[in-house]
T-cell receptor
């Protein structure tokens, strides 16, 4: 299946335990994103990468660090997570083709910090 | 800073009705606008993308219109079905590059059988 995939689907951790979420897209897209959906279901952009280069870094605590080993992968590393980081994290990708920049989302990873 | 408002916040109607979901945004300097649906516990499914030069887009029973100058978009759902029940999200994109989408809080739609 052509898609944006994320692992794991659920992630439960204690405060202070470093964790990572993996994202892969096989759509051949140039750009990948991370979004956060909080408990009130509000979605907000965190990062965007174009061809492995960081383009956007919104006001996100520096304990969040994206890592892009190649164009098809954008992983999210959370260093010493805090209670307030509990949320659903979505990865997305889009082509950068002449402006038809439709974004496709992964299924999400629900992070629970205890 | 772009702000997106979706009205109504929630809507419950019997199946078969035609529906209009409204979206307004404060900064009209957008590159395109995307409509999504989100089912409970699931990711976002892209429904339609309207480029800023377009007035509307259609996909099956869905029709989305865009009035960029007034900062408005509408999603029209014809002959609604119980399977249309979901949260519908409107998301303008400021630029044609790697800009993130700005989301509204969505319209929670329930179609009663």
């Amino acid at each position: 299946d052509t898609a944006v995939s994320q692992t794991p689907k659920y992630l439960v951790t204690q405060m202070g335990n470093d964790k990572s979420i993996k994202c892969e897209q096989n759509l051949g897209h140039d750009t990948m994103y991370w979004y956060k959906q909080d408990s009130k279901k509000f979605l907000k952009i965190m990062f965007s990468y174009n061809n492995k280069e960081l383009i956007i870094n919104e006001t996100v605590p520096n304990r969040f660090s994206p890592k892009s080993p190649d164009k098809a992968h954008l992983n999210l590393h959370i260093n010493s997570p805090e209670l307030g980081d509990s949320a659903v994290y979505f990865c997305a990708s889009s082509p950068l083709a002449g402006g038809y920049n439709e974004q496709f989302f992964g299924p999400g990873t629900r992070l629970t910090v205890l | 800073k772009q702000e997106v408002t979706q009205i109504p916040a929630a809507l419950s109607v019997p199946e078969g009705e035609n529906l209009v979901l409204n979206c307004s945004f404060t900064d009209s300097a957008i590159y395109n606008l995307q409509w999504f649906r989100q089912d409970p516990g699931k990711g976002l499914t892209s429904l339609l993308l309207i480029q800023s030069s377009q007035r509307e887009q259609t996909s099956g029973r869905l029709n989305a219109s865009l009035d960029k100058s007034s900062g408005r978009s509408t999603l029209y759902i014809a002959a609604s079905q119980p399977g249309d029940s979901a949260t519908y999200l409107c998301a303008p994109q400021p630029g044609g590059g790697a800009d993130g989408l700005t989301f509204g809080k969505g319209t929670h739609l329930i179609i009663q059988p």
